[in-house]
């Protein structure tokens, strides 16, 4: 099962600080899904710098899902 976190409605740099807490926790092969009030620009850049893949979307409602894959 996929792990999710949910920072949706919290205040910089909460949802930052929960995501890197679970990444340091996800097992390579795994992912996890990441929700979100606003696009966190300055996230990608680092799973891009530390080779996390990541795919994000905005659904209808105008949440983002990140989903994040520790490769």
Known sequence: MKKTVDARGLEPPQ???LVM????????GESLLL???RMPY???RILD???YKH???IRDDGVVEIDILNP
């Open 15 to 17: 949802p930052f600080e």
């Open 21 to 28: 807490d679970s990444l340091a926790d996800l097992p390579k």
């Open 35 to 37: 929700l979100l009030d």
């Open 42 to 44: 300055p996230l990608f």
């Open 49 to 51: 710098r530390d080779g």
């Open 55 to 57: 795919e994000s979307r």
